[in-house]
């Protein structure tokens, strides 16, 4: 059995790599699965360096290759915040409708044309005596005034699409890894990964 481990403790992230890599044989396991793996601190200062320290930290730890995600939404308006602090961005707690709502408030007087924003995702590919593989996907949107839709996490249910006229919490989990930051890295992984096979 082909088994991939995901430094992740996001369950919204999970199913996501569980979408993508389950067809490819994997069984794909996260640290939900395992409650005794040390929490990494997050404190770089790039979606880079913090993917690093969670593939680094956990990598180690299970003396395996591992992948880790660090992703986030920039805004525009708000000169790309909160970025690499957006799952903390209204408090410690990392909760979604908190940090919906401080970013709709922080947003009020800003006209539709200058709501443009991405989501960004850097995904870090690690183990024993190994270079770390480093790949990174995008994702253009427009944070609208109000929420719609209830599938994802995260900021989704205010991450408009223009492309699929859906916001990311309208659609479903095929539509939304097709064009998303997480599915479009994880794309740019699974040549590296296939090619890799039996190392993994
Ligand atoms: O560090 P791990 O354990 O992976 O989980 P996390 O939720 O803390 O993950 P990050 O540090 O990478 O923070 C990313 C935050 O950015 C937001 N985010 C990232 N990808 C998203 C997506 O696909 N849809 C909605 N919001 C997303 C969401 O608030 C996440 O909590
Ligand atoms: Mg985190």
Do not use: Q
């Not at 994997?26 to 993917?51: C, R, S, W």
């Not at 690499?84 to 707690?93: D, P």
């Not at 919906?100 to 870090?124: S, Y």
């Amino acid at each position: 059995m082909k088994e991939m481990i995901i430094a992740t403790k996001n369950a919204g992230k999970a199913k996501e790599f569980i979408e993508i890599f389950s067809p490819m044989g994997y069984t794909v396991k996260t640290l939900l699965d395992f409650p005794d793996a040390p929490d990494i601190e997050e404190t770089g200062a790039t979606f880079e360096e913090n993917a690093l320290l969670k593939a680094e930290g956990i990598a180690k730890y299970f003396n395996r290759i591992v992948i880790a995600d660090d992703s986030g939404l920039a805004i525009d308006a708000l000169e790309g915040r909160p970025g690499v602090y957006s799952a903390r961005y209204a408090g410690e707690s990392k909760d979604d409708e908190a940090n919906i709502a401080k970013v709709l408030e922080e947003l009020k007087e800003v006209p539709e044309e200058k709501r443009t924003a991405h989501f960004h995702c850097t995904l870090a590919l690690t183990g024993p005596c190994m270079e770390p593989v480093i790949v990174e996907g995008m994702c253009d949107g427009v944070i609208l005034t109000e929420k719609r839709g209830t599938s994802g996490f995260g900021y989704d249910p205010i991450f408009y699409v223009p492309a699929l006229g859906k916001t990311m919490a309208e659609m479903n989990g095929e539509e939304k890894n097709s064009i998303s930051h997480r599915g479009n890295a994880i794309r740019k992984l699974r040549e590296w990964v296939k090619n890799a096979e039996g190392v993994i």
